[in-house]
């Protein structure tokens, strides 16, 4: 009885083993001969962010990306020329999409967080980047960067 139990641990202990190593080191036996760049959606919510957007976004839809990606920005509800800066700077980048809500709407859940799942629905990729109106890329290789570190 010691004997089969003991075969049966192995057996057990070889089988966890091989899937560790499976997953650990899959990228060295890829036959792609490395990995695709990741699809992604960089979603950006901005409520009376005009000043912000202006200095900032272009910088974001100027990436040098390899792969296929898209800019939302949510406008949630803003009563400044946030919505007026988009549609320009949507004129000029094709990969921007904007999701406007109402000023008046009344939201389900509290906050920025009602912007950002109505970010979330609209995107168009399962890779999600989340960055703010008032923030400005590192470099034009932030997308790169941020999008294919982390898998």
Same mark, same amino acid.
């Given at each position: 009885m010691i004997l089969i139990s003991t075969i049966v641990f192995l057996f057990a202990t070889a089988v966890q *083993?091989?899937?560790?190593?499976?997953f650990r080191f899959r990228k060295r036996f890829s036959t792609t001969g490395g990995e695709s760049p990741s699809i992604v959606s960089v979603i950006i919510c901005a409520k009376n962010e005009a000043r912000h957007l202006e200095q900032f976004l272009p910088a974001v *839809?100027?990436?040098e990306y390899e792969a296929e990606w898209e800019v939302i920005v949510v406008n949630d509800g803003s009563t400044d020329e946030t919505g007026n800066v988009l549609a320009g700077l949507q004129q000029t980048y094709d990969h921007l999409k904007i999701v406007t809500i109402d000023p008046g709407t009344i939201k389900d859940i509290p906050g920025k967080k009602y912007a950002l799942a109505q970010g979330i629905a609209a995107a168009k990729f399962d890779r999600l980047l989340l960055t703010d109106a008032d923030c400005r890329p590192a470099s034009a290789q932030w997308l790169h960067n941020m999008a294919n570190h982390h898998k």
């Amino acid at each position: 009885m010691i004997l089969i139990s003991t075969i049966v641990f192995l057996f057990a202990t070889a089988v966890q *083993l091989s899937y560790i190593l499976l997953f650990r080191f899959r990228k060295r036996f890829s036959t792609t001969g490395g990995e695709s760049p990741s699809i992604v959606s960089v979603i950006i919510c901005a409520k009376n962010e005009a000043r912000h957007l202006e200095q900032f976004l272009p910088a974001v *839809l100027q990436q040098e990306y390899e792969a296929e990606w898209e800019v939302i920005v949510v406008n949630d509800g803003s009563t400044d020329e946030t919505g007026n800066v988009l549609a320009g700077l949507q004129q000029t980048y094709d990969h921007l999409k904007i999701v406007t809500i109402d000023p008046g709407t009344i939201k389900d859940i509290p906050g920025k967080k009602y912007a950002l799942a109505q970010g979330i629905a609209a995107a168009k990729f399962d890779r999600l980047l989340l960055t703010d109106a008032d923030c400005r890329p590192a470099s034009a290789q932030w997308l790169h960067n941020m999008a294919n570190h982390h898998k």
